[in-house]
């Protein structure tokens, strides 16, 4: 069964700072890995969707890569603003999924300081 | 702008009574979906329709059932609320994957809170 990871769990930065955010996953055999912003009591806003055969999505100050091999995507978000504090969610759809049923990991949430 | 709503932000019940979240979207998805979010557990499909009057469980179906007679609406239903569905219930939509325009994507509602008492 495909488990999705995100650690750390919490992350606080300063203002201005890189922001590195990591997802681990279980099994390599994915579709595509989608990253999620999310604000507190409100839904899911789609930040970047990586297919399987991509190494690498951009988007502004965001950057998504994927390591399908070692089972990792990493989200970087450069100059951090406070703005962009919130919880960031992985998920995945596996190969195999006929309906791309996703996923997900528990989430990082950050707190950019000014 | 792929556009997901929800009937209610905040929705409060009292346990026993049959409760109606309903979800629409306006981008001719044939995939919807709907979750619940809690602390601690993340989130959990409860239901999926990948077609006019289809539907497939999910994750944690015990206890909730769905309707879809359109294709840009999805329901979902507490037949009879209790203390324990109380939670933050999140509506999805994407393009079905045989679409060669398909990436499967999911885009998301604004959730709906509902307490019940």
């Known amino acids: 069964k495909q488990e999705v990871t995100q650690i750390p769990a919490a992350l606080s930065v300063p203002e201005g700072e890189n922001l590195v955010l990591n997802c681990s996953f279980t099994?390599?055999?994915?579709?595509?890995l989608q990253w999620f912003r999310q604000d507190p009591g409100k839904g899911l806003t789609s930040l970047l969707l990586?297919?399987?055969?991509?190494r690498e999505q951009t988007s502004g100050r965001l950057n998504a890569s994927l390591d399908k091999s070692s089972g990792r995507s990493t989200l970087y978000i450069a100059a951090s603003q406070p703005g962009d504090s919130a919880t960031y969610l992985c998920?995945?759809?596996?190969?195999?999924?006929?309906?791309?049923?996703?996923?997900f990991g528990a989430g990082t949430q950050v707190v950019v300081t000014p | 702008d792929v556009k997901v709503t929800q009937s209610s932000r905040y929705l409060v019940k009292r346990t026993g009574e049959k409760v109606f979240l309903e979800c629409v979207q306006d981008?001719?998805?044939?995939?919807m979906f709907w979750y619940r979010q809690d602390p601690g557990l993340g989130l959990r499909l409860i239901y999926f329709?990948?077609?006019?009057?289809?539907?497939e469980k999910g994750d944690i179906p015990e206890g909730y059932s769905v309707s879809r007679e359109k294709k840009e609406r999805f329901s979902l239903i507490l037949e009879s609320a209790s203390t324990n569905q109380t939670s933050m219930y999140l509506c999805?939509?994407?393009?079905?994957?045989?679409?060669?325009?398909?990436?499967?994507?999911?885009?998301f509602g604004p959730g709906t809170r509902l307490t019940v008492t």
């Open positions: 999805a939509s994407s393009l079905l994957g045989t679409s060669q325009r398909s990436s499967y994507e999911q885009y």
């Open positions: 998920a995945v759809v596996e190969a195999t999924d006929s309906w791309g049923k996703l996923q």
């Open positions: 329709s990948y077609d006019v009057k289809m539907k």
């Open positions: 981008m001719d998805h044939e995939n």
């Open positions: 990586i297919q399987s055969s991509q």
């Open positions: 099994d390599s055999a994915i579709y595509n």
